[in-house]
Nanobody, 124 residues
Framework: QVQVVESGGGLVQAGGSLRLSCTGS????????MGWFRQAPGKEREGVSF????????YYSDSVKGRFTISRDSAKNTVYLQMNSLKPEDTAMYYC?????????????????WGQGTQVTVSS
């Protein structure tokens, strides 16, 4: 069964940090464009950060640029999202996704496999 599994969410105060992990099962994260999306209640799913297969090009939304860092550990078949200087508006369910294309990297339709999500809550 092909899947990606997220972990690392939690409750943190504003200004704090969290690191999310996304581990592939039945797929090799090096072979896919890997993305992190988030969705807050009543809002659309928003693309946050993305990393291309092997070559490693990255992309960040304006709302997280300079605060979040996406990275990959091939040996662990895992992609990370390091989140620093967290703000209350970062509160959302965070989803990891794997896709075969890079042309529409920010679009959820670009991704074939999705995790169940991990909740991030930032208190003020």
């Amino acid at each position: 069964q092909v899947q990606v599994v997220e972990s690392g969410g939690g409750l943190v105060q504003a200004g704090g940090s969290l690191r999310l992990s996304c581990t592939g099962s039945g797929l090799t994260v090096d072979d896919y464009a890997m993305g992190w999306f988030r969705q807050a209640p009543g809002k659309e799913r928003e693309g946050v950060s993305f990393i291309k297969w092997r070559g490693g090009s990255t992309y960040y939304s304006d709302s997280v640029k300079g605060r979040f860092t996406i990275s990959r550990d091939s040996a662990k078949n895992t992609v990370y999202l390091q989140m620093n200087s967290l703000k209350p508006e970062d509160t959302a369910m965070y989803y990891c996704a794997a896709g075969a294309a890079w042309s529409r990297v920010c679009s959820p339709s670009n991704y074939n496999y999705w995790g169940q999500g991990t909740q991030v809550t930032v208190s003020s």
